[in-house]
């Protein structure tokens, strides 16, 4: 009876390590497959931003400053333009005038 059973697990066993070897090929597969597609992955979105350079290079009007812009935001330099400043003048125009016509007077006075 121990000779059959001790068969059994050596079958069982060797079963067992013929599963993991499989395993262990599949996963060596699909790691082979991940590293492929993962390179390729990486060259198309480098062209693709390399395509996107060149056109924004391309139809700007500045293409000195514009390839000074990409360079700086590869290289995580970015600057932020904001150009649209709003002044709200309200009680603070009255008191700039004010103390801009009470300076002006001043300075008149010393000469």
């Known amino acids: 009876m121990d000779y059959?059973?001790?068969q059994n697990f050596?079958?069982?066993d060797a079963a067992t390590r013929q599963s993991k070897e499989?395993?262990?090929y599949g996963k060596k597969k699909d790691l082979e497959y991940i590293e492929q597609y993962?390179?390729?992955y990486i060259r198309v979105m480098q062209e693709a931003n390399r395509r996107e350079n060149d056109n924004y290079?391309?139809?700007s009007k500045n293409k000195s400053k514009?390839?000074?812009q990409i360079i700086n935001k590869e290289l995580g330099k970015v600057f932020?333009?904001?150009k649209n400043i709003e002044l709200r003048w309200g009680k603070i125009k009255y008191q700039?005038?004010?103390l801009l016509q009470s300076y002006s007077i001043h300075m008149l006075l010393k000469l």
Do not use: C, F, P
């Open 4 to 6: 059959s059973r001790n």
């Open 10 to 12: 050596q079958k069982k």
């Open 22 to 24: 499989d395993d262990s």
């Open 38 to 40: 993962r390179k390729i």
């Open 57 to 59: 290079i391309s139809s």
């Open 66 to 68: 514009a390839a000074w």
């Open 80 to 82: 932020i333009n904001n």
């Open 96 to 98: 700039i005038l004010e």
